[in-house]
């Protein structure tokens, strides 16, 4: 455990950062792996959970909750599976 004060509030942010950016990557988790299945299946509400999944990626990336290059990487592979099964 630290003894410095600055180090100690570093701990207690990054903490509290863990934690939301551990529930904004579960949701992400579970948008991508809606927008796949709905588009494996051909549902008529698959453009809406493509939708959804990328703007939470975007904006996942913007905030820093997951790398840039990450969510422009998974972005694209869901892209791809929907025009392969268009």
């Given at each position: 455990?630290?003894?410095?004060?600055?180090?100690?509030?570093?701990?207690?942010?990054?903490?509290?950062?863990?934690?939301?950016?551990?529930?904004?990557r579960?949701?992400?988790?579970?948008r991508?792996?809606?927008?796949?299945?709905?588009?494996?299946?051909?549902?008529?509400?698959?453009?809406?959970?493509?939708?959804?999944?990328q703007?939470?990626?975007?904006?996942?990336?913007a905030?820093?909750?997951?790398?840039?290059?990450?969510?422009?990487?998974?972005?694209?592979?869901?892209?791809?599976?929907?025009?392969?099964?268009?």
């Amino acid at each position: 455990m630290a003894n410095i004060e600055s180090q100690k509030k570093r701990n207690r942010q990054n903490e509290r950062r863990r934690l939301r950016n551990k529930t904004v990557r579960t949701e992400l988790k579970t948008r991508v792996k809606s927008a796949r299945e709905a588009i494996e299946r051909s549902a008529p509400e698959a453009a809406d959970e493509l939708r959804t999944a990328q703007k939470r990626l975007a904006k996942a990336g913007a905030k820093g909750a997951v790398h840039k290059r990450q969510a422009a990487r998974r972005t694209s592979r869901l892209m791809r599976r929907a025009i392969k099964n268009d």
